[in-house]
Each structure stands twice: as C-alpha cells, then as structure tokens.
C-alpha cells in the first residue's frame, strides 16, 4: 500500500492520503509487531520505515467460495474495487478487440477512499456488464459460471479475489507485477498489465486453449495449501 499510494497516487482520495500519511507512521513505529501479507509488501515497509519486527502471514479466502459444479458459461470475469490502480480500462480495450462471443462481466462497488471513476463513460457495449457489488452467495455464483478470470492489476500487495476464482475452478489471468507472482507462482496465466495487447492475446489463448484452462484448475485447488508457508 505504501508504494501504490506513492506510484499510483491519483487512485487515492485526498482526505484518505492525508489520514494514511499521518496515521499509518505512527502506528508503525509504535506496533510491538507490524503484520505484512507478502515479502513485497514487507520489503516495501522496511524500505519506509527503520524497523525490523515484521512478520509474513499469507491472507486465505473465505470458505464461501467452492466449486459448485456449475455448467461454465462464455464469461471472462474481473473483481475488484472500481479504483484505476485495478487496471479496468485497458482490460475492456483488451476485451473490444478481441474477436468473441465471450461476454465480460466487472463485480465491485466504487469506494469513497478512492478517486471518482465513472462508469458510464466506458462502454456502451451491451457484452460488458457492471454488476456493482454483490453478495458472496452472488458472487460465488458468478465465479462458477465464469470461464476465465482476469485480475490485470498494476499494483497489489496481495490480490485475493483469484484465490477466490480458483477456488471455485475458474482459471485466472493475473498480472506479473508487484506481489502476485509471489502469491501465485505458476498457479496462473501471467499477462503484462501496462500492455493492452498483451492482456488481449492472454485472453485469446485462454478462450481458445481448453486444455490450458483445466491445467491452471488443477493448479489453482493446490496454491492455496501452500498459503500457510512464508515464500511457500
């Protein structure tokens, strides 16, 4: 969070950024032990303040989302908070230029914490459905029906909605920066956020290529037993 704030500063509100550049400090430097959930984000923390009590705890998702055994449908899906760190606009460039009967289906609600993003003004394209937010009934629902999931996010010190996806054996395209491959190691088809043509051919190859979907599920079931060791 500490370098997304400072690489991506337009993603955050004003009153937020100015809470976070006061409070956080200090609660850091007083904290008996401070929390990270990745090596990247720990490096991002001992690289801002001079203190050496950190300590790596893997997040997990919740035990809601499981494989349902839903018939798949042609649904490229994205999760995520509607903030322009999550990298929405070049995943529908992507998606538009593809030749596809998939459709793409956005699940998030906007936060106040970030800056205003309107929606409207994306697409008119009936195939590009923003559901706002859902609860995780919904949710896993969608996750189950979905063919592939697209997380081409250009910062994360996480990432857990492709823990979610995978665990209800959706395949996942995920983005090759900051924490995620740590998290993800080869559990995932790696796509170069900053690249709107990369995205496209990371989603053409998937749709085309089934026998490369069924092996990211296999892998995806196991990723998340391997949460409970540092670095795995």
């Known amino acids: 969070m500490l370098r997304s704030r400072k690489t991506y500063p337009e993603t955050f509100s004003y009153i937020f950024q100015k809470g976070y550049n006061i409070f956080v400090p200090i609660s850091v430097r007083n904290a008996l032990k401070v929390i990270t959930v990745s090596n990247y984000v720990k490096k991002d923390v001992e690289n801002n303040f001079n203190i050496n009590n950190l ?29 322009p760190r999550k990298n929405f606009n070049r995943i529908i460039n992507a998606y538009q230029q593809l030749e596809t009967d998939y459709k793409l289906y956005f699940v998030g609600a906007k936060s106040k914490s970030f800056s205003e993003i309107n929606t409207n003004k994306i697409s008119t394209n009936e195939d590009i459905i923003f559901t706002g937010y859902l609860s995780d009934n919904d949710l896993n629902e969608l996750y189950n029906r979905a063919s592939i999931f697209v997380y081409a996010s250009l910062f994360e010190g996480f990432g857990i909605p492709p823990l979610e996806a995978q665990a209800c054996g959706c395949p996942c395209i995920v983005s090759n920066k900051t924490s995620l491959p740590e998290v993800y190691l080869d559990s995932v088809e790696y796509c170069e956020p900053e690249s709107l043509e990369n995205i496209k051919n990371k989603l053409e190859f998937l749709i085309k290529n089934k026998e490369r979907r069924e092996e990211l599920v296999k892998k995806g079931y196991k990723i998340e037993n391997l949460m409970d060791f540092p670095g795995h």
Not at 74 to 79: G, S
């Open 55 to 83: 300590e790596v705890v893997y997040c997990a998702k919740s035990n809601h989302f499981k494989n349902l055994n839903l018939k798949r449908e042609k649904i490229i899906l994205a999760v995520s908070s509607l903030d």
